[in-house]
């Protein structure tokens, strides 16, 4: 269990990893962990634009479907391939090897709206207290 | 409401457990995680509790009796010390209850009920009981704590627990005696996963200490911990209906594939009349076996023919031994004949599916 200091975090548990005016975005450890074993990924297609908060993938776990949002505004330029097959990166490695598209973004400064890692672990334990 | 708790509860949180609410039980969904222990179950074995499941006890001369005049299934076909999948149908046909009936004697009975039908189908018993006074019927939900220990390493497991030879049960089958220490339980050759396997009833007061006891007597066998969403996978790809998914009060067994526990012949029984009017006009759905093609199917997802639908999934998974995407659903009649091809819209997306005959996992052992 752990979120990197090095990520910013949303309240719909994706991680960003920004670099210059790219983002690469996953899930949280607690979001996959919530999901239980991911089976398989509908990941947007490379050049579709989304607004930040837009659906924008699909997780499907042995249980439920789970929904992936924006987390900022931009054209999708990447897409991790090697999540074919091999879903269950997303969950032994969520923020390594389970990333799952990349976004230049289109208002880099919505970045600064972004929760820090003290402040998305403070949002899920007050979550895991309320359940 | 406060959630209700099995005697194992403090050992699921011990162990690491997700906990759900589960027809007002607070239940183990998983403990290592669901594609983990579906492939310990289907390897090796697996322990359940099922405590939650609920247990009416029939008793009376002419217990049988009664039992055949609420139940799909032939009672009489019975002999004492087995056991039969059977249903509990309104007067429409549709069921109340799927159940499975052990005959602990000439006169006596257990009947399992499904967790979130107990109250419903204790009263429905006691309402239709065509023998009041002379059958009892006593809700002994609160009496038996259950687990299940299923998979090809089950009866090693089993018989560390217990003097009684369970090796050469036949399916079925249901013996009286000690079990991981606890008197007087029931000890049934049974099981929802399509594996070998036992589930024992045991005097709930007793009960507590068997779990730690059947774990250990695990520990050389790789016993694994099975939580509901393991138990769920396993019983689809066995083909087994869920009721509240495939079945309920506006669904019959000839449309749910269970033609093999309704015996029309036997005498009346509540819904037969309904039944034998369906079986002469013929039934307009069925429930069918799918494999999907690279989407996951869910319930109420739509199936279709060029467009039009002709039924909806009732569940789907991606089976975590096999590694297809396996479903069940119901089809207008002319479309379940295996091999049809078919779409399912699965979110707004088309994905082509292939009506299979269900179980989709038998076991070779």
Sequence with gaps: MSYPVELKYTEDHEWVLVEGDVATVGITWHAQDSLGDIVFAQ????GSEFESGDVCAELESVKAVSDVYAPLAGEITEINEDLDG??????QDPYGDGWMFKIQLSEPNAVADLMDSTAYQKLIGDENAAS | MALRQTVFHGDHIQAGARMVDFGGWHMPIQYSGIIAEHVGVRRGVGLFDV???????VRGERAEEALNALLTNDVSALPPG???YSAMLNERGGFVDDVYVYRLAADDFLVCVNASNRDKDFAWMVEHNPLAGEVDFVDEGDSWAQIALQGRHAVSVASELTELDL??????AVVFGDFAGVEGCWIARTGYTGEDGFEV???????????????EAGADHDLVLVGLGARDTLRLEAGNVLYGNEIGEDTTPLEAGLRWITKLDKGDFVGRDA???QREAGISRRLVGLEIEGRIG??????????????ELTSGTRSPWMGTNIALGYVRQGHGRPGTNLDIDVRGRIAHATVVKPPFFQREY
């Design chain 1, 43 to 46: 990941l947007p297609e490379v």
């Design chain 1, 86 to 91: 091999a879903e269950e990166s997303i969950n």
């Design chain 2, 51 to 57: 405590s939650h499941m609920g247990e009416v006890r």
């Design chain 2, 82 to 84: 087995t056991s039969h």
């Design chain 2, 167 to 172: 090796a050469p049960l036949a399916r079925g």
């Design chain 2, 201 to 215: 009833f045991m005097p709930v007061e007793q009960a507590q200490p068997a779990w730690a006891r059947i774990v």
């Design chain 2, 275 to 277: 039944l034998i009017r």
């Design chain 2, 298 to 311: 869910r319930p109420h997802q739509p199936i279709l023919i060029d467009g039009e639908p002709v039924g």
